[in-house]
Structure formats: C-alpha cells, structure tokens
C-alpha cells in the first residue's frame, strides 16, 4: 500500500512539474527530475560541463538547478541581443543566495529598477569627476605600482609569493578612490581583511549549492560553509563601515569637489535631505553595501588579472622578453611608462588583452532575472526565468580564436601592426549592468604591469620547474599559489 502511494505521489510531481514547463523553451540536457532538476547531470567541472552542453544544444539552452529555473546564454550574438536590444528585460536581480546573503539586496551589484539606475548613474558621474580616464587617475595608480616595484626590490630576487604585496597595491588604489585611505605594504590589519577577501570569493564559489538548495542553511554544522561566509560578511561590514568614517566627515552641499566616492556620496544625501526629497535610494544601507562591494571586487580580480600576467611571463620568457623589448625602444629606462604611450606599446596591450581573454577571471557574469517574456534565439524565456551570461562562451570560443587554449599575444595586432579588439572580447561584459570599474581596472592593469616589466625580470622559483597555469576556480578564476624571482634589471 505505502509503495502505491509513493508511486502516485512521484508520478503526481512529475506531472506537475511537466505541465509548469514554459511553452517553447530552450532545449535542456536531460529530464529535470523534482528537487534536483538537472544537477544530477553535472559530470565534469561546472565550466567544462556548459562547454559539452553548449555543444550538443546549441547557444540556448535550459537549466533546472534545484527549485530555480535559470537559462544559459552562450556565444556573442545572443549574449550581445540580450544585453543591449532586450536589456530592459534583463536588468533585475534574481532573489537567491548571493543576493540575499551577501549583498542583502542593496548596493549597486543588487538593487533592480529605479533605484539601480539612480546608484549606477551617481558612481559613474563621480568616478568620472574623480579622474577616471584621466591623467589626475593615472598619478594615483603610478603612486601605487611605485611603492609596488620598492616593496618586490627588498626581497632582491629571493623566491616570492607577490599575491599579497600586489593585492595591497590594488587596494590602496580602490581604497584611495572609495575611502581617501591607504595602507602599509606591512598593515597587519589590512594583508588580514586582505586574505578574507580571498576567502570570501572562495566561499563564494564552494557554498553556490546553497542558491539551488536554501534549506541546507540550517543543516547541523558547517558542511556548506555558509555559518562561515555570513560571519565574513557580517564582520566585513563592520570594518568598511569604520573606513567610511561617516560621523567624521566634514560635508558642505554647496562645494562641488570631493576626494573620493565615500565624501561624494555623503555629499549627495546631504543635498537629496535639504532639498527635502525622500524618494532617493541614496542611503546608508546602499552605501555601505557599494563600498564593500568595491573593497573586493574591484581588489580581487585586478589583483588577479596582474598575477595571471606574471605567472604567463615566467611560464614564456620570450614573450616577457618581447614585452620588455619593446617598453625599452618605446620608452627607454629612465622614466616609467605613463598614458602618453600606451597607444605606442601595442605588445604590451595585446599582452594584457590576451591575459584577460585566456585567464578569464569572472567566467559568468552575474546572474539576472527575465522581468517579461524574452523572444531569443527562436525559443521563449519566461519572466521569472534567472539568466546567466557564460562570458567564458566568449573567451574559449574556437570559432572566434582558432586555438583558445594557446597563449598568444599577437592574436590582437593585425597585418597592419594595430590592435585588434575583437567584438567578442568582453571581460567586463557588456550593456547597462557591465562591470562599473571597467575604466579603473583597464588602467591599472596598463601602468601596473608595464611597471614591473620595466623593472623586472621574473623566473621561477626552481629553474626547470614552471608553476602552474591552470587556475583554482571559485566564484571567479585565481592562479594556484606560486613564487617568483624577481630580478632587478640592468640599466
């Protein structure tokens, strides 16, 4: 009797299930079944395993993950009319875990709507104000990637970890630009809250089930690491909320200027509650959750993106030695390569865009929700549907490189002896919610590497040995731990 039941309680889901099913959806990898949907079917790494689906089902095709919906967008045509002719329609958040938990629904990352556009257009304004693009951004950086070179110099080509003294440099960038602070090389405090942020992108990536499987929050002990994440959290709050300083600032609604995005944003409430309007989602709450959002994003993956380029130096001394060739004809010795020359170092650009596309660091973008029904690719996507933009489709397409899986530089300068950016090459992805720090980040990667090629040459830690190329994955891409020696070059 009990298994009659069963029977009829299993087959009544599954026709439940079958029924709720949009109407001309993109094709899936197999039956979803009820609870699991379809990550039974998950074989090989998550990435590996979109690659094989996207192969067999083409650019679009349907995912259950757990109770959640979610379609995955591959290839730069599609992704490209999702994001800019249907962008309207892809702009919200989905409400799950990372949202939820993390950002807490606020800040520029997770806000949807009227208050999204209302952040987003305010950060891109200051940014802009405080020098992005510009010569006034460039000092900050070079300030930075100096005490970069001076802090590498004293180990005097002794086998190196540089991830934290590289991670510093950036920070103090974003830092500068955030909070108006910066920190020792040696600030036990912030090498600290430095490898937390390392941990929390970890967790990020190991404790993703929880997005499919909320439940598993209250699971006895710590299998998921989702006690530890939201201590993180909670404790990273804490801290940036102290650099924000807000009680200490001095703000004058009347002078345009400020030094950094924290002074700006103050600012601005100031004005908003003088004025008398309250329909503004200028606010503690999103302030804090944008500083911290900057603290590690805009820290991890530059700082990522520059030990990938080290790493791919000393795995091709002949590349880093073209690298170095050509800073010394274009710029020679005696000063650092600044803005003026970029457009002149063409292999060093082509070096950095090759980095970007082979190391590709946030292989997903963040993920967003189908407020109405999407006509794409000749399939349907419901509204409530999640969308994921599978950047890595982009960067490993053999289509588009030929041979993705080779490290080639020159694959971006063209017969002509120009850059050549290919439309497909979006590693901060593209439309309105692409990555707001595009402009930062470009620049630090120009006036950072181009530094430490000028200054050093870098080998491994044992002749003969080369570290690693293949990265350690989370919720973005990281290098495996490896040491370099970084010898002072010869005038």
Request: proline residues 4%.
């Amino acid at each position: 009797m009990l298994g009659t039941v069963l029977v009829f309680l299993v087959t009544l889901l599954i026709l439940l299930w079958w029924r709720s099913r949009p109407r001309n959806a993109p094709p899936s990898p197999g039956l979803a079944m009820p609870v699991v949907g379809h990550l039974y079917l998950f074989q090989d790494s998550f990435l590996d395993q979109l690659t094989a689906w996207r192969r067999r089902l083409g650019n679009i095709f349907s995912l259950q993950m757990g109770p959640f919906r979610c379609v995955m967008l591959n290839g730069y045509d599609l992704i490209s009319e999702a994001c800019q002719k249907n962008h309207e329609s892809l702009l919200d958040r989905p409400n799950n875990f990372m949202h939820e938990e993390v950002f807490e629904y606020v800040g520029v990352i997770s806000l949807d709507g009227r208050e999204w556009k209302e952040q987003r257009t305010f950060l891109q304004s200051t940014l802009r104000s405080l020098g992005m693009g510009r010569s006034v951004m460039a000092e900050r950086i070079r300030v930075e990637a100096d005490c970069l070179v001076a802090t590498i110099e004293k180990y005097q080509g002794e086998a190196t970890d540089i991830n934290n003294i590289v991670m510093v440099c950036v920070n103090n960038i974003i830092s500068g630009v955030t909070f108006g602070k910066r920190f020792s090389p040696d600030d036990e405090t912030i090498v600290y809250w430095l490898s937390v942020t390392c941990r929390l992108f970890q967790l990020l990536g190991s404790s993703a089930v929880i997005n499919f499987f909320p439940v598993l929050k209250y699971v006895p002990g710590d299998s998921f690491k989702y006690k530890e994440l939201k201590s993180i959290v909670k404790k990273m709050r804490a801290t940036i909320w102290k650099w924000v300083e807000k009680d200490k600032r001095t703000v004058n609604v009347s002078d345009e200027t400020f030094e950094d995005v924290v002074q700006a944003y103050l600012t601005e409430m100031q004005r908003k509650k003088s004025k008398g309007m309250k329909d503004t989602s200028l606010n503690d709450a999103n302030l804090l959750s944008t500083a911290l959002s900057f603290f590690n994003a805009g820290t991890e993956t530059t700082t990522s993106t520059i030990l990938f380029a080290v790493l791919y130096m000393v795995n091709f001394p002949h590349i880093q030695a073209k690298l170095y060739q050509e800073i010394e004809d274009v710029v020679g010795t005696e000063r650092a390569p600044d803005l003026s020359d970029k457009n002149k170092l063409k292999f060093l650009l082509a070096f950095i865009m090759e980095t970007q596309r082979f190391a590709g660091i946030a292989p997903l973008g963040v993920d967003r929700l189908a407020t109405s029904d999407i006509h794409l690719g000749g399939y349907t996507i419901a509204k409530g549907t999640s969308v994921m933009i599978n950047l890595d489709s982009l960067m490993k397409d053999e289509n588009v490189w030929g041979d993705p899986e080779v490290f080639r530089p020159d694959r971006f300068i063209g017969d002509n002896g120009l850059i050549v950016k290919k439309k497909e090459f979006l590693p901060f992805g593209l439309g309105k919610r692409n990555c707001i720090g595009e402009g930062l980040a470009t620049m630090e990667l120009f006036i950072i590497i181009s530094a430490l090629v000028q200054k050093f040459e870098f080998f491994a830690e044992n002749e003969g040995q080369m570290p690693s190329m293949k990265p350690d994955i989370g919720f973005t891409k990281k290098a495996k731990p490896f040491k370099v020696r970084a010898i002072l070059r010869k005038k």
